[in-house]
């Protein structure tokens, strides 16, 4: 039976942990515990299984890892020998590459005494031996990775695991790993630590709780599914395709939007055609989609995370949520496509600093409506989302609004962006030419060229990026892809299509010195801005491999 509690609130440094992690905390820069971290930590430290049900973006991951270190380091103090002590499983290869990063920020303090080893990448089996020869404390994969390297041999957890995690827990059954969960449970000691995370408790999250927790804590947190008004700010825009098209244009070269962006479509063809729309004005984007390959998706994520770029294009893709369900992967009788099973573009995946999401096209029910706005406001930041919406979306709008309400009081989480459209008729001649250069030839060529271009990046070059890492910083997602005719005039902004209300303001459309504030977000396009020197989305030159090589 489970527990439901009431806990009593606790700061980092009340929560007695090392003076290690206290330290690499501060420096994430992390204040206080996110809710869910202030309720989890202190429980799981006492020892006790719980499931965790946390919204995306709550800092679910740092509640579970936060403690699995300290238990790992307190029990380092009594340890004879080296073992692998914790076994961290997520269904995608991009959350088990997320996991381990924020393992390895967490323990950049004591990073000789726990150590953290991701088996997801889909290398050969025995190329990953040796770093489980080496036993690393913590061991983060997908549940079919581990158990290829259970049934290889190559781990051994029956004697020595203390902690088991499942992460996006409510994402595992679905992805088709029940036989595997299963399986493995038979490689794990008759005791052990549990903790189930998960955005939903659906009924796969409670046969995997009857299945792995003990009398656990259930920390159903009474979290709104969004983060607070204070903390994000949801505008709605009436436009229709061409003019969505206009303004996303306008409001881009105009800097009204700074900061990193998630611009959302519904399909992968639409992420292509604002790709090759926006490269037109020399606004390169970059393109996450389930298509790709996996070690892409990590890469892009990775760097848009580090800043080497500020807009992603993104789809928000049904099938990523509910994968196949006839075990997908490698099937591909339903699709002529390939989906990776062991990949979500973005569920639990953690854009960071992300000031922006802009829903180009709104999305199709309340829950992708969250999810998408989830991308924004993490942990404690700031952040806006914008939505376009056209006359055929205004019923998705009312929806999304009416069930959104009931959270709030009545009172409509949405406002509206002024923007006048008439302001920037200038932009539309130009929209126009470039929205139409785009066709449906165009996208397929660009599908085409970029999952080449990718796939080379990743078999060709790989040895040689094993031997000079650097190079591999440099290697770029947001390329411009080329199928559309180029303009270089059209990545200009020439004065007399700069509304008079901006005209005064410096750095519009001029090439200035990038400057990152990562808590921009969206300006009304009426108030006073002021653009300072810096115009991120006209700054970015990549330098280094593209330069010497040529395409
Ligand atoms: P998660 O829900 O684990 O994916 O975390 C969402 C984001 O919140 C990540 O970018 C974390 O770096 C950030 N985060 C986690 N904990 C905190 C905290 N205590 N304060 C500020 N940001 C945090």
């Known amino acids: ?29 992390w204040q206080t515990p996110t809710l869910i971290q202030e309720k989890a930590i202190p429980l799981i430290l006492e020892g006790k299984d719980v499931l965790v049900r946390a919204r995306t973006g709550s800092g679910k991951t740092a509640a579970f890892a936060v403690p699995v270190i300290q238990k790992i380091l307190n029990l380092k103090q009594i340890a004879i020998q080296q073992e692998i002590k914790a076994l961290i499983l997520t269904p995608s290869k991009e959350l088990c590459n997320q996991i381990c990063g924020v393992v390895k920020d967490l323990t950049v303090k004591c990073s000789r005494e726990v150590r953290c080893v991701d088996v997801s990448p889909q290398v050969d089996l025995n190329v990953q031996k040796p770093l489980l020869v080496e036993k690393p404390d913590i061991v983060v994969g997908t549940p079919s990775r581990i158990l290829q390297h259970l049934k290889a041999g190559n781990l051994s957890l029956r004697k020595s695991l203390e902690i088991l995690v499942i ?23 008759t005791i052990y630590q549990a903790i189930l995370a998960s955005a939903t408790l659906s009924n796969d999250v409670k046969s ?29 825009l009436y436009a229709e395709e061409m003019d969505k098209a206009t303004i996303l244009y306008a409001l881009l070269k105009l800097c009204l939007i700074r900061g990193k962006t998630i611009i959302f479509v519904n399909t992968v063809d ?9 490269e037109q004005f020399g606004i390169p984007t970059c393109i996450l989609n389930s298509e790709l390959p996996s070690t892409i ?14 807009i992603i294009v993104a789809s928000d893709e049904r099938a990523l949520e509910q994968p196949d369900t006839e075990k997908g992967q490698g099937d591909g009788k339903k699709s002529k496509r390939r989906r990776d099973k062991e990949s979500g573009v973005s569920r639990g995946i953690d854009f960071q600093f992300v000031a922006n999401v802009i829903n180009f096209d709104f999305p199709l029910d309340t829950q992708a409506y969250i999810h998408r706005a989830g991308r924004v406001a993490r ?10 919406v056209s006359i055929k979306e205004k019923p998705l709008l009312q929806k999304v609004e009416e069930a959104l309400k009931q959270d709030r009081e009545d009172i409509s989480i949405f406002k509206s962006y002024q923007f006048k459209l008439e302001e920037v008729d200038a932009f539309k001649y130009r929209a126009k030419d470039a929205w139409r250069a785009v066709t449906r030839i165009a996208v397929r060529e660009a599908r085409l060229k970029e999952i080449k271009q990718e796939i080379f990046n990743c078999q060709k070059l790989k040895s040689y990026f094993e031997d000079n890492p650097t190079d591999l910083q440099v290697l770029r997602h947001d390329k411009a892809l080329h199928t559309v005719r180029l303009q270089p005039h059209l990545a200009d902004v020439p004065e007399y299509i700069v509304p008079p209300t901006l005209k005064n303001l410096s750095g519009i459309a001029r090439r200035g010195k990038r400057k990152r504030d990562h808590s921009k977000t969206f300006e009304s396009s009426t108030a006073k801005f002021r653009a300072k020197k810096s115009n991120p989305l006209l700054s970015m030159q990549f330098e280094g491999f593209s330069k010497k090589k040529k395409k």
């Open 297 to 310: 998706r990590c890469h892009s994520v990775n760097q848009f995370n580090q800043g080497i770029y500020d």
């Open 379 to 388: 942990g404690n930041n700031q952040g806006s989302v914008l939505s376009f």
């Open 167 to 189: 992460d996006e827990a409510d994402l595992v059954f679905s992805f088709g790993y029940e036989a595997e969960v299963k399986e493995l449970l038979g490689y794990l000691p």
């Open 208 to 236: 995997l709780k009857s299945l792995i927790l003990h009398n656990p804590v259930v920390l159903k947190l009474e979290e709104p599914d969004l983060a607070p008004a204070s903390q994000l700010t949801h505008y709605h």
């Open 270 to 278: 639409k992420c292509y055609k604002i790709k090759l729309y926006l």
């Open 1 to 29: 039976m489970a527990d439901e509690i009431e806990e009593k609130s606790f700061k980092f440094h009340e929560m007695e942990l090392d003076d290690r992690i206290l330290k690499a905390i501060a420096k994430l820069g």
